[in-house]
Nanobody, 127 residues
């Protein structure tokens, strides 16, 4: 059974930092991509970032470039999202999700399909 376990969310003041973790288990293939998707109340889903296991390529939404960093620890099967300089508009439920090779890794990750989803972790940034 494939499982993605997201953690690390919380309440932080504007300008603060959080690090989200996504622990992946049960996926037996070496090549895949992990994405971070966020959903705020009343807003459309937004792809925040993506990392490809094949070559380590990373992608970011314009809204988070320069503030968020995605990384992976292959030994721990865990992907991280370091979020700095947080803004109130970053408030959302953050989900990590997995895309297999059939979806061409990070291509179109923001609105495209995913194979598996984690349960989400709430990030709240106060002004």
């Amino acid at each position: 059974e494939v499982q993605l376990q997201a953690s690390g969310g919380g309440l932080v003041q504007a300008g603060g930092s959080l690090r989200l973790s996504c622990a992946v288990s049960g996926f037996t293939f070496d090549d895949y991509a992990i994405t971070w998707i966020r959903q705020a109340p009343g807003k459309e889903r937004e792809g925040v970032s993506c990392i490809s296991s094949s070559d380590g390529s990373t992608y970011y939404a314009d809204s988070v470039k320069g503030r968020f960093t995605i990384s992976s620890d292959n030994a721990k099967n865990t992907v991280y999202l370091q979020m700095n300089s947080l803004k109130p508009e970053d408030t959302a439920v953050y989900y990590c999700a997995l895309r297999s090779t059939k979806y061409y890794y990070c291509s179109g990750y923001s609105r495209g399909p995913h194979d598996y989803w984690g349960q989400g972790t709430q990030v709240t940034v106060s002004s």
